[in-house]
């Protein structure tokens, strides 16, 4: 496959549904043209996602579920520790990943959200975003990012939300949502 001669940092952001399904979607087309897939999912701790089911049958890729469980505005100084301290081995693991320049594509699923959180620093991730190896794709989702991560970033998307179904009642959806 021809490789790009310089990284490429992709972003996925905002409110609506969307972020997570376009990474995947990238790591779908990049294994069929062969190359090989890293993906951190930070602040998640379902192992039985439909992602984390496919991702981790498929010869090619790799999946890391790092988080802590559901991160609510109420933890305790002690929970957030739990959190901050899962959060920090997560960029530990994404940035030997990305060092070791075996994927074609690494995924950052939700870091924005660990970055928004102040579980992750800003100049994290620009240095992780300035450093990358010849030919390696990084991306990186959540919900909001600072204007310097934004900046660092080749291609940056916005998921608008117009609508959602779970303004309708319509809860989680296996396959859908997870
Ligand atoms: P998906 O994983 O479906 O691509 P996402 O990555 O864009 O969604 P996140 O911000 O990571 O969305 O939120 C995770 C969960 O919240 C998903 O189950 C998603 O369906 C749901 N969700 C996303 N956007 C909205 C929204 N605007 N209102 C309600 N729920 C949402
Ligand atoms: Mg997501």
Redo the contacts with the bound molecule.
């Keep these: 496959m021809n490789r790009s001669a310089k990284g490429i940092c992709i972003i996925y952001i905002g409110?609506?549904?969307?972020?997570?399904?376009?990474a995947l979607g990238l790591a779908c087309r990049c294994i069929g043209q062969g190359g090989s897939v890293c993906i951190c999912q930070f602040l998640k701790s379902d192992k039985t996602t439909g992602e984390a089911k496919f991702f981790s049958d498929m010869p090619s890729s790799e999946i890391h579920v790092l988080g802590r469980g559901f991160v609510t505005d109420s933890l305790s100084q002690k929970e957030r520790e739990k959190h901050c301290q899962a959060a920090c081995d997560a960029v530990k693991l994404l940035e030997e990943k990305l060092l070791s320049a075996r994927y074609r594509l690494v995924i950052a699923d939700?870091l924005l959200?660990a970055v928004a959180l102040g579980f992750v620093d800003v100049d994290t991730v620009v240095r992780l975003q300035s450093n990358l190896s010849p030919g390696t794709t990084l991306v990186i989702?959540g919900?909001t990012a600072t204007q310097s991560i934004l900046d660092q970033a080749d291609t940056v998307t916005e998921?608008k939300?117009v609508k959602?179904h779970?303004?309708k009642g319509i809860k989680?959806v296996r396959g859908?949502?997870?």
């Design positions: 409110n609506g549904k969307g972020k997570t399904t376009a939700e959200d989702t919900r998921m939300e959602h779970y303004q989680a859908i949502e997870y």
